[in-house]
């Protein structure tokens, strides 16, 4: 089992910029692996799990995948707080998932899960940044 | 409602907690909150006309 200390050294070696930029990318693209890669196994394997859950939720309750339309704020915020959730959120695109139905009653609620799952994996890559920079 | 609570309470506890015992009362009492304040608002809101 990884010890607090082990995981400090870890985090100390990981405090270069090439590797923390990595590390960040790594964390937004599979939810928890920062924290899997700084040696914290029980956080990421939560983060790994119950945010690409979340996501799926979302999806399944007919949730809709937003366009990057400026022209519309309100769906530009809400697709870039979805494509926080990383890879999850890129496949759910390439295969045409997430095209939501607007006359399903769980419409809105689909749109908060996969919103909030996103939004919640971009505080999971910032905490994985502060430990990183030993913050933590 | 109660899902989103679970999973939201789930990430918060176990970002803001290092200690298991301390994430599972966290996340509890977090779950807890949620609902019951969803509860307490649902009926808050159930005189106003929509």
């Known amino acids: 089992m990884t010890t607090k200390s082990?995981?400090?050294?870890?985090?100390?070696a990981t405090a270069e910029p090439g590797t923390l930029v990595l590390l960040c990318v790594a964390a937004w693209a599979i939810p928890g692996a920062g924290h899997l890669w700084l040696g914290?196994?029980?956080?990421?394997?939560?983060?790994?799990l119950a945010l690409p859950a979340m996501f799926l939720t979302g999806l399944f309750l007919n949730g809709q995948l937003s366009p990057f339309e400026l022209s519309d704020p309100l769906v530009a915020l809400a697709a870039f707080a979805q494509a926080g959730m990383g890879l999850p959120w890129l496949l759910a695109r390439m295969v045409g998932a997430g095209a939501g139905m607007v006359t399903s009653v769980t419409w809105e609620y689909g749109n908060c899960f996969t919103i909030v799952g996103g939004l919640l994996n971009f505080l999971v890559v910032l905490?994985?940044?502060?430990?990183?920079?030993?913050r933590k | 409602?109660?899902?989103?609570?679970?999973?939201?309470?789930?990430?918060?506890?176990?970002?803001?907690?290092?200690?298991?015992?301390?994430?599972?009362?966290?996340?509890?009492?977090?779950?807890?909150?949620?609902?019951?304040?969803?509860?307490?608002?649902?009926?808050?809101?159930y005189p106003l006309p929509l």
């Open chain 1, 127 to 134: 905490d994985a940044f502060d430990i990183a920079m030993g």
């Open chain 1, 6 to 12: 082990t995981a400090a050294v870890r985090a100390r």
């Open chain 2, 1 to 45: 409602m109660c899902l989103f609570a679970f999973f939201v309470s789930l990430v918060f506890a176990v970002l803001l907690r290092d200690d298991p015992r301390e994430q599972l009362r966290t996340g509890g009492l977090m779950f807890g909150g949620l609902v019951c304040a969803a509860l307490l608002l649902g009926w808050l809101a």
């Open chain 1, 40 to 48: 914290r196994r029980q956080k990421g394997l939560v983060f790994l």
